[in-house]
């Protein structure tokens, strides 16, 4: 799951601080876009970006997940900025009554990739 | 003017938007407020990702240097690409920044507005123009996102932004899939393959202009003005219709 924030900023010359606004968040899961918090009219669902690996374009269609990770290479002008928190699976064990643990196991790596 | 504003004015406040990334294919790019309140943005030749700038067949800092050229194009054209095309100067911000190679970076203004919007692609004013200048740079990624357009404006600029990967050169680089023009691709399949009179009296602009040429191949490589050229001249010759989608 790879949960996508598109932001935007300005300079505020009065009081003299960059201002942040979000352009959209949503999330990309296997089979596509899952969930919508914002901006739903403003997600790029047609940019297709290149796998600088393979030499091809990855769109939302062909490989959801790739085309998430990849997102932030397609906006490199610097007026919007890319974020991808990628949230692994929650794991959960049941072996034995003795191994069982009391709190379910439970890991979400986070890999801020901004651009 | 704005050229000589971004040369000279002073630096207000910097935001680094891209030097946190871990991700392979981006750039260090830095949102600059300047004094004169005017907010652009500095793309620094150290942080052009050099992987990606070689699939598109650039070094690092010729990805700077293509988009001053092309900013340099747009000026020889007239109005219409002076709007709609970032203007941009090679320029230091931060020559005590080693970390920057001397601080050069191409220092562009910014074209507001939304990405992967329809209108500049369904409507032939914008689109066909738009094609022309994508066909005629040899721009290797036009995508859905890499344009500017304000939907709550009239009659708003298209933002023909980041034309760092164009100049684009007919070698062996070409070997991957570069994002072809979605320009160029939606004018060929309405059917506008013709150019306009205003198309051919810009090509005509651009081969007379001795000066512009001049500075054009003492900046592009060899092989990219060659293929700019070429790509002029295969325009202006009979059936004078706009290049295919990737020919370079």
Known sequence: MHRITITRSDYDFAADRWLTETVCSFVVGPRGIEQIDEGAGRIPRRVAVLDIDSGESVTLESDPERWAELLPSAFRSGDLTVTVDV?????????????????????IAFQAIRH | MVEQELLCAGVRSVRAVGDSTSHEGSSRVNKVALDSRRVCFHKAASGVDEPQARRYGHEPFGVLI????????????????????????????????????????????????????EEPWQDPAYCDPAAFWDALIGQQDRHYGNYRFDVRAQQPPLGLIDNGYAFAAPTQWNDYHPHRSIFVHHRRLAG????????????????????????????????????????????????QEILKVLEF
């Open chain 2, 192 to 239: 506008r393959l013709a150019l306009s009179a205003d198309e051919l009296h810009w090509l005509g602009l651009l081969l007379t202009d001795s000066e512009l040429l001049e500075n054009l191949s003492d900046m592009l490589a060899p092989e990219q003005f060659q293929a700019l050229l070429a790509r002029i001249k295969r325009m202006v010759n009979p059936p």
């Open chain 1, 87 to 107: 949230e692994q699976p929650v794991e959960i064990e049941t072996r034995t009554v003795r191994d069982r643990q009391p709190v379910l196991a439970e890991a």
């Open chain 2, 66 to 117: 293509n988009e001053s050229a092309a900013w340099m194009t747009a000026k020889a054209l007239g109005p219409l690409f002076t709007d709609w095309v970032p203007t941009t100067v090679v320029r230091s911000i931060w020559p005590e920044d080693r970390a920057l190679a001397g601080g050069f970076g191409a220092l562009s203004t910014e074209i507001q507005g939304e990405t992967d919007v």
